[in-house]
């Protein structure tokens, strides 16, 4: 199921049509899926990766060789040793006489034009445009992963679209998006091509973010911020037992991964998706909050995202909206001042207020900004300094 479509037909059919042929990752519960759910994969079914000659594949980055032609790939928490031949959890990658190709450098099967708040990134370039890139397949096993249709399938069962990073970025210019994101399913899994993309992007002007499930190692991570404006990260849960029965996943490494990322200076988010019955305890949700404000910032940007029925959990209920509105009252009790209540369209919390004189500053209905009362960076009403990434580059000052 290849297309094999050159920047220039893509350009002549319209975004709409030439990625709606290929688009397989829905906007949200508004716009549900009709796809026939996916069999588990055997991976002994797979084609043989040597379908695709070596010599067309993009080698891996951070990963060791081993004896034997094994290898280990260094870039999530995982660490697969790979035998000749094989690939590792992520599906992506593959050992082709003892060196690591990805599959999917060039090769994605999602790209879309979104709002930044889609994200959710509410405090980079509120209003802005983002050119949204996504690949098959995960290092994670989410039972109630949105786009599942995308993260729980192998390359090979999608279809995809071949475009260089270049191509990427001209295309993401040509529709006259502010910036270029990595998001649908885990971009870790696709490191190689984000990166480029991000780099060239960079080069062009465009803004940059991604949105992760923050499993990857401290090595990659640190070239890849280099990169970027902005990062979203799932913190699924605060419980290692969630991440283990659920996400097939550690919690460790995810925490690890927002210490390095606020550290170095890249403007991050936080999401919480709040699943009925199995992370929705407040007691858990409060340490959280204290996490965050103590190790992180009270600062840092927090999304509490309603769930709704997916993949294999399509027995639990949607989230209630007044649990989503009790944790956000526990992050305002532990001192949390950017608290927002996402997958519920028309909510008073999907608008930023100003921490220091309580005055809404960035009015939102849903991804929409309908107003925005901030003046390089500071609150219109009071001056108070909101953290951000703004497109004024003197806010600061």
Request: glycine share 6%.
């Amino acid at each position: 199921m290849v297309s094999k479509w050159t920047r220039r037909d893509l350009l002549k059919k319209g975004l709409q049509a030439a990625v709606g042929a290929l688009l397989l990752s829905c906007a949200g519960p508004e716009t549900p899926c009709e796809i026939t759910p996916a069999e588990p994969i055997d991976l002994e079914a797979l084609p043989a990766p040597t379908a695709t000659p070596a010599t067309e594949l993009e080698e891996a980055r951070y990963y060791l060789k081993l004896s034997g032609s094994w290898v280990q790939c260094q870039m999530c928490w995982r660490r697969c040793s790979i035998p000749e031949g094989g690939r590792g959890f992520c599906r992506n990658k593959v050992n082709i006489g003892g060196l690591y190709y990805t599959l999917v450098h060039g090769r994605p099967s999602s790209l879309q034009i979104d709002p930044i708040e889609k994200e959710p990134s509410f405090h980079m370039w509120p209003g802005a445009t983002i050119f949204c890139t996504g690949t098959a397949s995960c290092n994670n096993r989410c039972k109630f992963c949105h786009n599942w249709h995308l993260s729980q399938r192998s390359f090979e069962e999608l279809r995809h679209v071949e475009i260089s990073p270049q191509q990427t970025v001209e295309l993401a210019q040509e529709m006259e998006c502010d910036a270029v994101s990595f998001t649908y399913n885990e971009p870790t899994v696709f490191y190689e091509h984000m990166f480029d993309v991000a780099e060239a992007a960079k080069q062009a002007g465009l803004g940059t973010l991604f949105h992760t499930n923050g499993g990857i190692n401290e090595e990659p991570l640190a070239a890849l911020l280099g990169h970027m404006d902005a990062v979203t990260v799932d913190l699924k849960a605060f419980t290692g037992d969630f991440y283990q029965e659920v996400s097939s996943s550690r919690l460790e490494p995810v925490l690890r991964t927002l210490q390095q990322i606020h550290e170095s200076g890249v403007h991050l988010e936080i999401v919480n998706l709040v699943v009925t019955t199995l992370n929705d305890n407040m007691d858990d949700i409060r340490r959280m909050c204290q996490w965050i404000r103590d190790t992180l910032s009270a600062e840092v940007p927090l999304h509490f995202t309603r769930f709704f029925p997916a993949y294999k959990l399509t027995n639990l209920p949607p989230t209630p909206i007044e649990t989503l509105e009790s944790a956000a009252q526990i992050a305002d009790e532990e001192g949390l001042q950017y608290v927002y209540v996402g997958n519920c369209p028309g909510h008073e919390r999907n608008s930023t207020f100003c921490p220091a004189c309580g005055e809404k500053i960035i009015e939102r209905v849903h991804f929409s900004v309908v107003s925005l009362d901030v003046t390089k960076g500071r609150c219109r009403f009071c001056g108070h300094y909101v953290p951000s990434v703004w497109r004024d580059a003197s806010c600061c000052d």
